[in-house]
């Protein structure tokens, strides 16, 4: 099975969820409510969120080539390294995550 966000399409289905929460988290700071606070829970942005599913799926995935695998650990490294930044930084570190990660190629699991 395919699985379709946005423009992208892949055959694993947590590389398809990280390519859509980054596609998200990438939306310039103040939009659409992605930094008001508790927009996804108490204490939590829509931001947070954005960043806490996309390492929670990359983590997930098992099943990687090694030039993809190399990549995917570069963009976990990236998104933790970030994940407390301002939210200008963070939402640069979703769209470098976002445009990395189109080029990456995953098996089905």
């Known amino acids: 099975?395919?699985?379709?966000?946005g423009d992208e399409v892949t055959e694993n289905e947590h590389l398809a969820e990280v390519i859509d929460v980054t596609r998200?988290?990438?939306a310039q700071p103040?939009?659409?409510g992605y930094d008001e606070p508790d927009s996804a829970g108490p204490g939590v942005t829509l931001r947070d969120s954005c960043f806490h599913?996309?390492?929670e799926n990359l983590q997930k995935i098992q099943s990687a080539p090694q030039e993809s695998q190399e990549e995917?650990?570069?963009v976990l490294r990236m998104l933790r390294e970030a994940q407390n930044a301002t939210n200008e930084r963070r939402a640069?570190?979703?769209a470098e995550?976002?445009?990395t990660l189109q080029d990456v190629w995953v098996?089905?699991?």
Do not use: L
């Open 72 to 74: 995917i650990e570069r």
């Open 92 to 94: 640069r570190v979703m």
């Open 1 to 5: 099975m395919d699985y379709v966000n």
């Open 97 to 99: 995550a976002h445009e």
């Open 24 to 26: 998200e988290g990438s």
């Open 53 to 55: 599913v996309a390492i």
């Open 30 to 32: 103040g939009s659409a």
């Open 107 to 109: 098996p089905p699991e």
